[in-house]
């Protein structure tokens, strides 16, 4: 096991325009998540604006052999979905995933996109999931251990009758994709992957609680990379990385003129 990377000045840097370019890809596709816009057409613009605008690279593509350049999960769908010829229609509610490596260094960010009308307790979901995470990245500051953020996060969830999937963690990042620490978005004292962890400035990481209306059970499609919840209950998640920095937290994946959200 590696031990954590402490980000230097420089390579903080490159994180902020990592983070930036992957916020400004999800604030260019929102005009075209609508009904009737097939996954892998998102994939392409995506794909394309990456490549072409930004000069950068969509880290999921050939990832551990992902085919596509983001992830985008809809409805039951938990996490990793893979774009296809599926069509979005009224009340869908979907995750898009993006990761962009620019100068070497990584922003992943990921957000919920609601089609047309949802239903109540559509809306509900997509609501307590992007509260949770927040709520999560209240907690960090220099010499927190790193569990208090999880236990955060399920106590507010698990409040709200919906709960916390375990199986997928948020996760270190910088010059790796997914590196130390795992970052655990509940807490189980007696969990193997729950270890002792103080928060120091210049670690990154990511925050990206997965919430269930139903039971946290998942199981893995035969495509050996969309993820779905077991009782076909819907899904949502939110993700931001974070620099933990000498007062508290910095948010490197907020857009241009957005803020940080206090629950
Ligand atoms: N972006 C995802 C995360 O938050 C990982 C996607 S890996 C992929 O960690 F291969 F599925 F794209
Ligand atoms: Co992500
Ligand atoms: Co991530």
Sequence with gaps: MSPISIKTKEEIEKMRIAGRLAVDVLNMITPYVKAGVKTEE??????????????????????????KSI???VNHQVCH?????????????MN???T????GYHGDTSRMFIIGKPSIRAKRL???????LWIGIHQVKPGVDLSVVGKAIQRYVESKKCSVVQEYCGHG?????????????????KSKKNKNILLKPGMTFTIEPMINAGKREIKLLPDQWTVVTKD????????????????SFEVLTLGEGEEVFCP
Excluded: M
């Design 232 to 247: 076909h209950s819907l899904s949502a998640q939110w993700e931001h990385t974070i620099l933990v920095t000498e007062e």
């Design 71 to 73: 992830c985008t999960s």
């Design 173 to 189: 990042i910088g010059y790796k994709f997914h590196e130390e620490p795992e970052v655990l978005h509940y807490f189980d004292p």
């Design 126 to 132: 997509v609501e307590i999931a992007y509260e949770c």
């Design 96 to 98: 898009i995933d993006i």
């Design 81 to 93: 979905a893979v774009p296809g010829e599926k069509k979005l229609k009224n009340g869908d509610i």
């Design 100 to 103: 962009v490596v620019k100068n």
């Design 42 to 67: 998102l994939d392409r613009l995506c794909h394309d604006y990456i490549v072409n605008v930004q000069q950068a690279y969509p880290a999921p593509l050939n990832y551990k052999n992902f085919p």
